[in-house]
């Protein structure tokens, strides 16, 4: 039996500020982790993010929101947010992670899974 549990999502973000597509993603995420009977969690990667974002994302479903904050992390740039989000799935193992179909999501998804043995 697998030690992984958990449904996570990617939030993604512009300027601190949290994008909809996090809040679009915690609605299918939601599903998944009834479905599952475990918890949802989002992931943010960012810089000087705004509080009320990370309470929004709480309110819209999520049951724990996992922030990391760094400069590095203000733009998108795969190598420093992959080894974020690598770290995270190491030590929290989840079971399911999920991002949008957006440019960010759709070259960071794919890096982490080869990465991460998926």
Do not use: N
């Not at 819209?60 to 998108?76: I, N, Q, S, T, Y």
Request: with cysteine.
């Amino acid at each position: 039996m697998s030690d992984h549990r958990g449904v996570w999502i990617v939030a993604e973000q512009s300027g601190g500020r949290v994008l909809r597509i996090a809040h679009e993603l915690l609605t299918r995420g939601r599903e998944l982790a009834d479905k599952r009977r475990c918890d949802l969690t989002a992931v943010l990667l960012g810089h000087a993010l705004h509080d009320g974002d990370l309470q929004g994302l709480i309110d819209r479903g999520a049951d724990r929101v996992v922030a990391m904050e760094a400069p590095e992390l203000e733009h998108f740039l795969i190598e420093p947010h992959a080894a974020c989000l690598l770290r995270l799935i190491e030590q929290r193992r989840p079971e399911i992670v999920i991002a949008g179909a957006t440019s960010t999501g759709r070259t960071l998804m794919p890096y982490v899974a080869v990465k991460a043995g998926a």
